[in-house]
């Protein structure tokens, strides 16, 4: 499974981490710095087992860490229609 940004969400900096606005539902999506860091990598098409590595390496965390987190976002943010899945 590989992850992107979906067209039409906009990030803007918010607070500690980023607010992601979403121009086709007029409604925003907050998210902690780990978010932002996962939100930096979904410009292009990333494979899930990838993306976790990323956070892993950038967090200085074993993969089976947090994979389940990684998880759980990712499922969050297409059930918002903020990412597509291919």
Not at 18 to 43: H, K, P, R
Request: glycine share 8%; net charge negative.
């Amino acid at each position: 499974m590989s992850i992107k940004a979906a067209p039409g969400c906009i990030p803007c900096a918010f607070g500690d981490g980023i607010a992601i606005f979403d121009t086709n539902s007029n409604s925003y999506f907050s998210m902690n710095a780990v978010g932002e860091f996962v939100w930096s990598q979904l410009d292009q098409p990333i494979a899930l087992d990838d993306l976790v590595g990323r956070v892993a390496d950038r967090y200085r965390i074993g993969p089976e860490r947090c994979e389940g987190d990684i998880r759980r976002l990712v499922d969050d943010l297409a059930a918002n229609r903020l990412v597509t899945l291919c």
